[in-house]
């Protein structure tokens, strides 16, 4: 059965960026959030001397709840969607299954928590037909859009993942990447699917670590019952409020399309070099090349940051991810140099 290090499974791509790199290791989408975020953030820096507030909580669970027709008590606000997976332990689950290749968070969590763990590694091109989960796995955990894979599933594949018994988590970060969110459960999902969701990517926060989980009350109080007092502070909660506001949504969906049809153009670009790349809809490309490890390495020379993909479960060495960027041919064009250097 395939494991992680310890070390593997806490890597990830900003430790491949040095000061000055072209930047495609990490999937957040911009340098810094919007200017008018970064506005309404800053125009609570003179709260800070006081505790968050259950005024601020509340407005914030409203946002959320409204923006995916959920129930106020079917929202629990999170320090990132990293914090979700760091809190599943607390759904004493007794054998875990994770569809792989995934983000390996869960990996560490469950590893730390003395969980028993089961990888389902999907073949290439990753879809979800055919997994076979462990009847007696009680948790299941599925990224859509997969990272690192960026494949989309189906609603009714991961719905077909439910047994009695069992609750699916579904890691939903890069859904609002794609225009309509056709696939996310995060509207509708039966009480025993869990769906965790962050907004460090599409908004630039990944220093302010911002998400929520949604999920049947139950489910989400087994989940935070045991969290620290003050879990988010004014700012998270300001933000939370803000990034799922209907205007905020708006612009989010356009930016969806934009991304769209950038990505289209990059995996136009990188297979007319003869790169193949797995088909997905992500902020991101999965893309195979031989040794890819030494050419991440001659990439890395060139100034140019891509990530790893040999500490993901189910990925060998045959593979890099680049996030999506206007300037992907400037990857393109290193790639075809070095591919073409290692041809003769």
């Keep these: 059965m395939p494991r992680l290090a310890p070390q593997a499974t806490r890597y990830h791509g900003d430790q491949a960026v040095l000061p000055g790199m072209l930047d495609f290791a990490v999937n957040v989408r911009a340098a810094a959030p919007p200017s008018w975020l970064v506005e309404r953030l800053a125009a609570r820096l ?3 001397g006081g505790y968050p507030s259950t005024i601020d909580e509340r407005r914030a669970v409203r946002a959320v709840a409204a923006r995916h027709g959920r129930a106020e008590d079917e929202v629990a606000l999170l320090a990132g969607g990293a914090e979700g997976f760091a809190l599943l332990p607390r759904l004493r689950p007794r054998s875990v299954a994770l569809i792989a290749p995934s983000f390996t968070e869960p990996d560490a969590v469950f590893a730390a928590a003395g969980v028993p763990v089961t990888h389902v590694v999907l073949d290439p091109p990753f879809g ?6 462990p009847a007696d796995a009680d948790l299941v955990v599925v990224g859509n859009p ?11 594949e991961i719905l ?4 009695p018994g069992r609750i699916v988590v579904v890691d ?3 859904a609002d990447a794609v225009p309509g969110e056709p696939q996310s459960l995060a509207a509708d999902a039966p009480p025993d699917v869990l769906v965790l969701r962050s907004l460090t990517k599409t908004w630039a926060l990944a220093g302010l670590r911002v998400g929520y989980a949604l999920g049947a009350p139950d489910v989400l109080r087994r989940l935070t019952a045991e969290r620290a007092h003050w879990a988010l502070g004014t700012l998270q909660l300001e933000a939370l409020a803000a990034c799922n506001a209907p205007s905020a ?8 399309h934009r991304l769209t049809a950038l990505r289209a153009e990059m995996v136009t670009g990188l297979t007319g070099i003869g ?9 991101f490309v999965l893309f195979a090349v031989r040794d890819a490890e030494p050419m991440r390495r001659r990439l890395a020379d060139r100034g140019i940051a891509v990530r790893r993909c040999d500490t993901f479960v189910g990925l060998d060495g045959g593979y890099l991810r680049a996030a999506v960027r206007a300037e992907w041919p400037v990857l393109a064009d290193a790639l075809a140099e070095e591919l073409a250097g290692a041809a003769r």
Excluded: M
């Excluded at 979800?128 to 989960?133: E, N």
């Design 46 to 48: 003179a709260d800070l």
């Design 128 to 133: 979800l037909a055919g997994a076979r989960v």
């Design 249 to 256: 949504l708006r612009d989010a969906d356009a930016g969806a």
């Design 160 to 163: 077909a993942l439910r047994r």
């Design 275 to 283: 790169v193949e790349c797995v088909p997905g809809a992500a902020p």
């Design 172 to 174: 939903e970060a890069f």
């Design 146 to 156: 997969t990272n690192p894979t960026a494949v989309l599933h189906t609603r009714e």
